[in-house]
């Protein structure tokens, strides 16, 4: 029999096809169905960059303003689910919620006709239009604060900063929120995204193989990362601290958070992005503190790797926390926002798992023993 090659983690191996997203790690370019990540983020709204991975095309006029309309229309959440939200243990992980309501979700949905490509982009947009909605309910009500509902006249990121904080944010900030959005939409096949796909293979619903990937989101080693950041800044302090804190950290072997990346072998394109982002609001609030401290991280370990030949960078987590935390966000909100951005991209890639459909069923290197004899209860250890 043929030896097949190992990888641990899939390392290396192409587990499928995709149009939908390209990463050049060489070269730090991102491209979701062939547009560069920076025109995307510069010119386009969260909207249109929506459409374009459902649909592999951006809208016309037209279209666009159906498909906003639509989006709106899905922001609205019905009395039980907000119900179920407003119950939830408030001590409770956002992402345990999330998962939580988007299965209760699905009981709305006739899943007899979910495989029609119209029924399945109607449905997509529930999805995508809610999540914000229900991250947001569930921050006010576990901090004693009253429901706010969605606005029409607000983009995607603005009318989460509106409900999230009952306070309508200026242009800017919801611009800002809306291209944080868009950075985090797809990454091709990362863990997240590669666990809708498997199971949109076995035909399961769209909401199971969501419900999967938030799950798949919330390992520590997948989303949470730029939280992680931050409480790395509050540790150091300040900028002056930056060299012993990297010292200690090398000396003692462990991890400076937000640097790096598994497939960038140059500085993330969303990084160079959502760097710009912080200083525009660093300036905006007059507030320096760890932007200072991020900057000087990145200059003094950067430093220290290339000392040893190995050239590091700044991933998409390293700058997004203090972006957030100065829209107002808290750091436990961090991976529900990712979650709020990336599920346009999963439910591209379950769509295009559909159109050509094999049930993924890989093999297992065999490692344990066989053969065994039976051991009588009375005779075992």
């Given at each position: 029999m043929e030896q097949v090659a190992y990888s641990q983690g899939l390392e290396g191996?192409?587990?499928?096809?995709?149009?939908?997203?390209?990463?050049?790690?060489?070269?730090?370019?991102l491209y979701?169905?062939?547009?560069?990540?920076?025109?995307?983020?510069?010119?386009?709204?969260?909207?249109?960059?929506?459409?374009?991975?459902?649909?592999?095309?951006?809208?016309?006029?037209?279209?666009?303003?159906?498909?906003?309309?639509?989006?709106?229309?899905?922001?609205?959440?019905?009395?039980?689910?907000?119900?179920?939200?407003?119950?939830?243990?408030?001590?409770?992980?956002?992402?345990?919620?999330?998962q939580s309501v988007i299965n209760f979700l699905s009981g709305y949905v006739d899943h007899k006709i979910e495989h029609s490509p119209t029924c399945n982009c109607r449905q997509t947009l529930h999805q995508i239009a809610q999540l914000p909605?229900?991250?947001?309910?569930?921050?006010?009500?576990?901090?004693?604060?009253?429901?706010?509902?969605?606005?029409?006249?607000l983009s995607h990121g603005a009318n989460f900063l509106w409900q999230l904080?009952?306070?309508?944010?200026?242009?800017?900030?919801?611009?800002?929120?809306?291209k944080c959005f868009i950075l985090h939409a797809e990454h091709s096949f990362n863990a997240s995204t590669f666990t809708?796909?498997?199971?949109?293979?076995?035909?399961?619903?769209?909401y199971c193989a969501v419900s999967a990937a938030i799950g798949s989101l919330f390992g520590s080693l997948h989303g949470g990362a730029n939280e992680r950041v931050m409480a790395m800044?509050?540790?150091?302090?300040?900028?002056?601290?930056?060299?012993?804190?990297?010292?200690?950290?090398?000396?003692?072997?462990?991890?400076?958070?937000g640097m790096g990346h598994r497939v960038y072998k140059a500085k993330d394109p969303r990084a160079i992005l959502i760097e710009g982002y912080l200083d525009i609001l660093s300036k905006k609030y007059n507030d320096f503190r760890n932007q200072d401290i991020l900057k000087s991280v990145e200059r003094v370990f950067r430093?220290?790797?290339?000392?040893?030949?190995?050239?590091?960078?700044?991933?998409?987590?390293?700058?997004?926390?203090?972006?957030?935390?100065?829209?107002?966000?808290?750091?436990?909100l961090f991976t529900p926002i990712f979650a709020i951005a990336r599920v346009s991209?999963?439910?591209?890639?379950?769509?295009?798992?559909?159109?050509?459909?094999?049930?993924?069923?890989?093999?297992?290197?065999?490692?344990?023993?066989?053969?065994?004899?039976?051991i009588e209860i009375e005779d075992r250890n």
């Open positions: 191996v192409i587990a499928g096809e995709s149009k939908i997203c390209k990463v050049n790690g060489e070269q730090g370019k979701y169905y062939g547009y560069s990540i920076s025109d995307l983020a510069a010119k386009a709204s969260f909207d249109e960059v929506t459409y374009l991975l459902l649909y592999g095309e951006l809208p016309n006029k037209e279209q666009l303003t159906e498909f906003a309309a639509m989006m709106r229309a899905g922001r609205e959440i019905k009395p039980p689910v907000v119900q179920i939200i407003r119950d939830f243990p408030r001590d409770s992980h956002p992402m345990e919620l999330l909605v229900v991250v947001a309910a569930f921050h006010r009500f576990r901090n004693g604060l009253d429901y706010v509902p969605p606005r029409d006249d904080k009952g306070e309508e944010p200026d242009v800017e900030e919801g611009e800002i929120m809306d809708a796909r498997v199971v949109a293979s076995t035909l399961s619903t769209c800044v509050n540790d150091i302090g300040s900028a002056d601290n930056v060299r012993p804190w990297i010292e200690e950290a090398l000396a003692e072997k462990r991890k400076v958070m430093e220290k790797m290339e000392e040893k030949g190995k050239p590091i960078y700044p991933n998409v987590d390293f700058f997004s926390g203090a972006v957030y935390n100065l829209l107002g966000i808290p750091d436990n991209g999963w439910i591209s890639h379950i769509l295009e798992q559909r159109t050509r459909n094999r049930l993924y069923r890989p093999k297992a290197l065999f490692v344990g023993e066989i053969d065994r004899p039976w």
